[in-house]
């Protein structure tokens, strides 16, 4: 419905039995809240009740599950259909590739995006329904694929191809469902609450890749599903899909997202003034004496047919005028998206050849050595310790990301994010220096240090920076509106740096690794972190 400024006044503005010691107090924060609705559009979101954050992290949850599972059985799954070894390269960086390109264009048609259901669940559910494809397709291809060719050769090849396409669509879909899921918290929470909400994020990242790890660890070939379903891999397909779908489905009804939309001569202003825990429609909502959604009549005045224009010019955004927006991003925005690729390509460069590490390095293995020989059964040893070391990895990210909430307080966001990029930097460099099995085994806690930091810290200040021109643009009018950044661009930007920094280790580590052995890679994960370090204590803007 379309009301006149007058009954939106009224409407914001109900009469109440309340004490008049907090009439005063109330009229002061109505009066904010309109003004802020005049000028931007837009309201602060109200407060979120705690489970609705932890419904809300489960997307996180179910997606680490999932990449766990992967990370314990790709290789597997890639060397039983006989993938040849030139083709490893192209399965690792045809993902990132896409990543790298699309996500940008994804986190601004989600921005613009005016589907009824929200701007960013669209997108979630797409991906979400993009993964568990993928997975189906490589932990399952070659039984499909037997099933509809009976010619031995032919199988082999479309196994092949079968595989890889899994592996390709369940990576572009896991790394990049991971802006959507941060724009979504942004959009519709406090700042409180987002603060909130990426540290049950940081939690439930690391609970899901434990849980991930210990699932792969289990011999299921031996249980009653492993002798009901044709194979292990399928069995771990049924517990995976089960998990991401349930956990997929709890994130996508943890939180309403107001619907954007766009006419030509209307202020499309939103509000969201219901009970906690209380979702009904519009018109249940307005039985009950409360306004969900309400739409202002824009007055007649030159200015508002030039807000309308400036916001259809923004929904008809073009490649060009991405690209454009992308390299005219503000400075820090920029050094913040540098400290994030430093970060993540320390992490992934010990991360990806952490077991052959534990193999090569610390067990003195050979995984070239007949698979009957001792050197190879030693090398098979370390692996599975490294894999128990990952395990350590998650549970501690969990662990940190509690006592980042403590921590906060004290040393604010730029010693959250120097202490995550030093431990890192001093552990694995002291593995690389000194590779003892227990001493490997305690330092790595400290990647998950590493993790939570990057999960949390980078899109804290994301948050801080656009609440800051939030509130610049309330107190310059709305002048300034136009430019204003889209969270889900920026969003988009940042973990684009995932994706990059995964194209340059995939390019540059791998011929390394082949020259130099395992042990350069904690070597050079050490110094990329350190000079991570010096970068984000002297280039990075933090907002009080």
């Known amino acids: 419905m379309t009301l006149t400024k007058a009954s939106f006044h009224g409407a914001l503005l109900p009469t109440s039995g309340l004490a008049k010691a907090d009439t005063d107090g109330t009229r002061e924060k109505k009066e904010a809240l309109r003004q802020s609705v005049m000028r931007t559009g837009a309201v602060v979101p109200r407060r979120r009740a705690v489970g609705r954050l932890i419904m809300h992290s489960m997307a996180m949850f179910g997606r680490e599950f999932c990449y766990a599972v992967e990370a314990a059985f790709v290789t597997p799954v890639l060397l039983s259909v006989g993938l040849p070894k030139n083709l490893y390269s192209l399965v690792w960086l045809i993902s990132p590739i896409l990543g790298f390109v699309l996500q940008p264009v994804v986190g601004s048609a989600s921005d613009h995006c005016t589907c009824s259901w929200g701007r960013r669940r669209p997108y979630i559910l797409s991906l979400g329904i993009i993964m568990l494809l993928g997975m189906a397709l490589y932990l399952n291809g070659d039984v499909m694929i037997s099933a509809f060719i009976g010619e031995r050769e032919k199988q082999r090849t479309w196994a092949i191809v079968i595989t890889m396409l899994g592996v390709v669509l369940f990576d572009f879909a896991a790394d990049f469902v991971d802006g959507p899921i941060k724009a979504y918290l942004f959009d519709v929470c406090s700042h409180q609450d987002k603060e909130k909400g990426l540290h049950y994020h940081a939690l439930f990242t690391g609970l899901g890749g434990s849980l991930g790890y210990l699932t792969g660890a289990m011999d299921w070939g031996q249980t009653i599903l492993g002798y009901t379903l044709a194979s292990e891999f399928q069995v771990i397909f049924f517990f995976a899909a089960l998990v991401f779908i349930i956990c997929l489905t709890l994130h996508l009804c943890s939180i309403p997202e107001v619907p954007l939309r766009y006419e030509k001569e209307e202020a499309k202003f939103l509000l969201e003034v219901t009970e906690p825990h209380k979702y009904n429609s519009i018109q249940e909502e307005i039985k009950n004496g409360y306004l969900k959604s309400t739409k202002i009549k824009a007055a007649t005045k030159p200015g508002n047919c030039a ?103 004290y040393i604010g966001l730029k010693g959250l994010y120097f202490i995550g990029y030093l431990l890192f930097g001093l552990g694995t460099g002291l593995i690389g220096l000194f590779p003892n099995v227990y001493s490997t085994l305690a330092l790595c806690s400290l990647f998950g240090v590493m993790s939570s930091t990057l999960y949390t810290v980078p899109f804290h200040l994301i948050a801080a920076y656009h609440r800051e021109e939030e509130s610049l643009n309330v107190q310059e009018g709305e002048e300034t509106r136009e430019h204003m950044r889209g969270k889900g661009i920026d969003c988009a930007a940042l973990t684009c740096m995932v994706q990059l920094a995964q194209i340059i280790l995939g390019v540059g580590l791998g011929l390394l690794v082949s020259v130099a052995g395992s042990a350069v890679t904690v070597i050079s994960a050490s110094t990329v972190a350190l000079i991570g370090c010096c970068f984000v204590a002297l280039c990075i803007r933090y907002v009080d």
């Open 307 to 409: 807000v309308a224009s400036r916001r259809e010019e923004k929904r008809q955004m073009t490649l060009k005028s991405l690209l454009k927006t992308l390299l005219s991003m503000p400075s820090h925005y920029r050094c913040l998206c540098l400290s994030h690729l430093f970060g993540w390509m320390a992490f992934l460069s010990n991360m990806l050849f952490f077991t052959d590490f534990m193999g090569q390095v610390v067990y003195h293995g050979n995984p070239y050595a007949p698979h009957n020989s001792t050197l190879y059964l030693t090398y098979k040893t370390g692996v599975e310790m490294g894999c128990w070391g990952l395990c350590i990895n998650a549970i501690s990210s969990s662990v940190y990301s509690y006592l980042q909430k403590v921590l906060l307080p």
